[in-house]
Structures are given as C-alpha cells and as structure tokens.
Nanobody
C-alpha cells in the first residue's frame, strides 16, 4: 500500500517550534518532489513549502519564509518541515504530498499546483493558540 504519513503536530505556544515528518511507505521518495500544504479552519488549503526530488531546490510561501525549513532524507524515505517562531496564523492541518517524475528532479511544482501531486497524506494538526 502506497501512503504518506505525517507526524509531529501538536499544540505549541506562540514563538515555539515543531518539526513535522512525512514518511513514505510502499514506495521510494527518491524520484518525488514533496510539498507541505496546510488548511486552517474556514480557509482554503495553501502551499507552505516544496522541495525538489533531489533536494536541491526549495520554495516557501512568503508567510513562512525565514521561519520554516523543508528538508528531504531519501535514505530514511522521509521529508521534514522544521517550523520555528510559530504564530497563531500557522494553525491548521498540515499535509504532505508527493509529485512523481523527472520534471521535478531539480525544480518542484509551484506552491499552487496541487494537481501535480500524486499522493497525499492524511495530515497532522498544528495549533498555536493566540
């Protein structure tokens, strides 16, 4: 069974940190670009960060630039999202998604190109109380 499983969410005070993990099972992430998306209550899902399949290119939404870091460990078949200086507006369900193909080896899909992603995880809740 091919799946992505997120973990590491929780409730943290404003200014705190969390590290999310996205682990793949049933397939290798080596040829997949990975993205993190989030959805806050009552809002549309938005792209947070992406990383190319080979890990050389990353992109971030302006709202998280300088605070979040995405990384990819192909040996562990896992992608991470380190989130620092968390704010209440970072609250939401965070999901990872994988896009397959050589097109994404060196440049990931855009943050708004959800249709490019083949597999999605179920999500993990991040709460930063105001």
């Amino acid at each position: 069974q091919l799946q992505l499983v997120e973990s590491g969410g929780g409730s943290v005070h404003s200014g705190g940190s969390l590290r999310l993990s996205c682990a793949a099972s049933g397939f290798s992430l080596m040829h997949y670009a990975i993205a993190w998306f989030r959805q806050a209550p009552g809002k549309e899902r938005e792209g947070v960060s992406t990383i190319s399949a080979f890990g050389g290119q990353t992109n971030y939404a302006n709202s998280v630039k300088g605070r979040f870091t995405i990384s990819k460990d192909n040996a562990k078949n896992t992608v991470y999202l380190q989130m620092n200086s968390l704010k209440p507006e970072d609250t939401g369900v965070y999901s990872c998604a994988a896009a397959y193909g050589s097109s994404w080896y060196h440049q990931p899909p855009g943050l708004t190109n959800e249709y490019e992603y083949d597999y999605w995880g179920q999500g993990t809740q991040v709460t930063v109380p105001s």
